[in-house]
């Protein structure tokens, strides 16, 4: 072969080896630019699937729970440790605890908790803490709470909060249900200064002594007569030892008081004269030992439910007062002519009474003085209360 042609023969192979590289390389190249394209989507596709199934959540609301506590009730002390321990249990906020003392009864411990921004006040202690914290709440639509540890308890009885059961009671409060409930007041419309009631002082500016009308605050019932008196008459030692029995041993020593003279208007009627043992005006009427002093009183109905019992005949019409306020409270209504022992009921929004010679006046079982002429007036919806869940 001649030089020529081993010449060509070279160039050949140059070219078909420069076309194999080259192959290579642009396959390479390819190969980098597809993987490098592919990393890319998936890399966007990762980050999208993390936004969208991993979302930042919200905390939770934790409500703070506030507790106004009477320490002069037996326990109440003792209970603190087992307050927080519960609320820790369900995972919420440190409570505030916040005792009552003798010169404010609860009003100003109960504003300073919604002030610091308190979802749930909670009244632990005897009726009397109870109108103290309400008083502070009313209009709030903050919740009130409930752990009885007094005597009468009026408005867990009529709740159905748990009675004797700290536990129980502590447990609704932090996990129960709310309900709207009306709120009674009764002002004192001559001689303010005679009243004595330290949670109506505490409510106010005004002097404790001022003859200003103020409004004196009830849930349950505020009565003139026997009622009051046999409160104001009890026996603070005997009482402690026997608990609510001993407004009855009280009672005993008035069964003959004497009727009182007085003229009572239900909203716009006339005036009417009236001769009871005693006039209740109430907002509910569960009381304890079971009686049922006001069968038709709803707390959330707006009204307020008006009672006068009267009684002759000594312990005859006593005995037959007894048997019909038994009775009423099963739902039946005697019926019988002539009565010697007898509750008449009406109904109101408000109420005026005049009494000459003044009587004694309680407010859910705390006596705040004698009075000569007063009225009542309802406000419905006013308090929110926690309640147990249905």
Known sequence: ????????????????????????????????????????????????????????????????????????????????????????????????????????????????????????????????????????????????????????????????????????????????????????????????????????????????????PRDHIFLVIAGIGFDAAMVADTDDQLKARVGWVAYFVSGIRHLHGRRLRTTVRLDDAPGAPARVRSLLIGNCGRLPGGITLLPDAELDDGWLDVAAIDTRGGVAGWAQLFGEVVLQGVGVRSQLPAKIGRIDHARAREVHVAVPGGEWVQVDGDVIGQVTELSARVDPGALVVRVARA
């Open 1 to 212: 072969m001649t030089w020529e042609g081993w010449l060509a023969v070279v160039a050949v192979v140059v070219a078909v080896a420069a076309l194999v590289l080259a192959a290579t390389a642009w396959r390479a190249t390819a190969a980098e630019r597809h993987a490098r394209r592919a990393g890319q989507i998936l890399g966007t596709a990762a980050s999208h699937h993390v936004s969208v199934t991993t979302p930042a959540q919200p905390e939770p609301h934790r409500p703070l729970v506030a507790f106004v506590a009477n320490p002069s009730k037996p326990g109440v002390p003792d209970l603190r440790a087992t307050v927080r321990r519960a609320c820790a249990e369900q995972y919420l906020p440190e409570p505030l605890w916040l005792e009552t003392t003798p010169e404010d009864p609860g009003i100003g411990q109960a504003r300073d908790a919604v002030a610091r921004g308190a979802d749930i006040v909670v009244a632990l202690g005897g009726d009397g803490t109870v109108r103290a914290v309400a008083e502070a709440l009313v209009g709030t639509g903050v919740p009130m709470g409930l752990v009885p540890v007094g005597t009468g308890n009026l408005l867990a009885r009529n709740l159905d909060i748990p009675i004797g059961d700290p536990l129980a009671a502590l447990q609704i409060a932090l996990d129960g249900t709310d309900r709207t409930i009306d709120v009674g007041w009764l002002r004192v419309l001559r001689s303010e200064s005679d009243v004595d009631d330290d949670i109506a002082e505490a409510a106010d500016d005004l002097p404790a002594d001022t003859d200003v």
